[in-house]
Nanobody
């Protein structure tokens, strides 16, 4: 059974950093693309960042480019999202997702497995 467990969310002030982690089990992590999505109240779930299976290809949504970095450790079956210079508009529930593909995608419908989500709240 596949399980994705996010951690690291919380309440921070604007400008602060935060790092999210997602530990995966029950899947062959090294052949899955991993991604972080987020969903704010009343908004669609959007892909924040995705990283290919080999860790060499990454994609980001425009609003986080230069501030967020996605990375993965295939030896630990873990994907990370380093978030710097956080803004109030980054407030959302952040979800980890896995797709049985080698190259990253921002299409939520391609992702096979999802975590339960972790809340990130950025105060102004």
């Amino acid at each position: 059974q596949v399980h994705l467990a996010e951690s690291g969310g919380g309440l921070v002030q604007a400008g602060d950093p935060l790092r999210l982690s997602c530990a995966a089990s029950g899947l062959t992590f090294s052949v899955n693309t991993m991604a972080w999505f987020r969903q704010a109240p009343g908004k669609e779930r959007e892909c924040v960042a995705a990283i290919g299976a080999f860790g060499t290809n990454t994609i980001y949504t425009d609003s986080v480019k230069g501030r967020f970095t996605i990375s993965r450790d295939n030896a630990k079956n873990t994907v990370y999202l380093q978030m710097n210079s956080l803004k109030p508009e980054d407030t959302a529930v952040y979800y980890c997702a896995a797709a049985r593909r080698l190259t990253p995608s921002n299409n939520r419908w391609l992702y096979d497995y999802w975590g339960q989500g972790t809340q990130v709240t950025v105060s102004s």
